[in-house]
């Protein structure tokens, strides 16, 4: 099943935003940065007044990174599960600055956290979605061992969006890393089995083979840039288009 044939029930273009936690950081070594955080939202919001509609996948590495701690001798599922807690934390967080500003907004977890959201319902999703609310997704696919890459990608599909557009600190996709190599080029356009087989770091192996299974383009772009959000949102073309 296609991603166009996921669900999708309103007229409207929809897309799944996937951004890192280290996005959230700004200049910061940890945590929130809440002018970064407001920035993101202010874009998100200008993004639905145009009538677009926006789900949102958030990681969790700007409070927790499971992998780090795994290697550091934790058992990699309760280190993976502590970062899908790290995940809510954040998808709190851009709530709250999405709602400051008159943005309604659900955020959907994984792991049902009932008290402070709603537990992960496909239908519910793309409900909230049709009446123009910001759903935020939480906790990655509530699994250990896959990464929040994956979630968006799965999430995406689940609820019938046209593209994952993930922002990241670089431009776009490039045959080399640019922060080794100064040599490296920027690639405006890929194939997802292209990705694969050249291991371009796009997003982990499993997130791409999802995306290429259902037809589901992937935009990489740079989130430093302010406005390169709401341009991804809306359609403008930016960085690298996986598909």
């Known amino acids: 099943m ?22 959230l950081k ?23 007044e145009s009538g ?13 990174r499971g992998k780090e701690a795994a290697g550091e ?15 809510v934390i954040n998808a709190l ?18 792991i049902e956290m009932r008290e402070v959201a709603e537990p992960f319902i496909r239908r519910r999703a793309t409900r909230h979605l049709e009446k123009g609310r910001v759903v ?8 250990p061992y896959f990464t ?13 969006a046209h593209v994952v557009m993930k922002a990241t600190d ?8 640019p922060r080794q190599n100064p040599d490296a080029k920027q690639l405006p356009e890929l194939s997802h089995f292209d990705a694969l087989n050249r291991d371009l770091k796009v997003m982990d192996a499993t997130a791409i083979s999802l995306a290429k299974d259902n037809d589901l383009p992937i935009v990489v772009f740079s989130l430093e840039i302010p406005g390169n959000v709401l341009k991804a949102i809306k359609g403008e073309r930016i960085g690298t288009i996986v598909s």
């Not at 001798?73 to 790290?86: Q, V």
């Not at 890459?149 to 609820?159: N, P, Q, S, W």
């Open 148 to 160: 929040s890459d994956t979630a968006g990608v799965l999430r995406a599909v689940e609820i019938g």
């Open 170 to 177: 670089v431009d776009g996709v490039y045959d080399s890393d």
């Open 73 to 87: 001798g934790m058992e990699r599922a309760a280190a993976d599960y502590a970062g899908m807690i790290a995940t």
């Open 93 to 110: 967080a851009l709530q709250v600055a999405l709602e400051t500003i008159g943005v309604d907004t659900r955020v959907q977890t994984a």
């Open 52 to 64: 677009v509609e926006v789900a949102i996948v958030v990681g969790g590495g700007n409070i927790w």
């Open 136 to 143: 935020i997704f939480g906790a990655g696919t509530g699994n």
């Open 2 to 23: 296609s991603s166009s044939e996921a669900g999708q029930s309103s007229g409207n273009r929809r897309v799944l935003l996937k951004l890192s936690g280290a996005a």
């Open 26 to 48: 700004g200049p910061e070594a940890f945590g929130l940065h809440w002018p970064t955080v407001n920035r993101l939202a202010a874009e998100i919001k200008e993004a639905t």
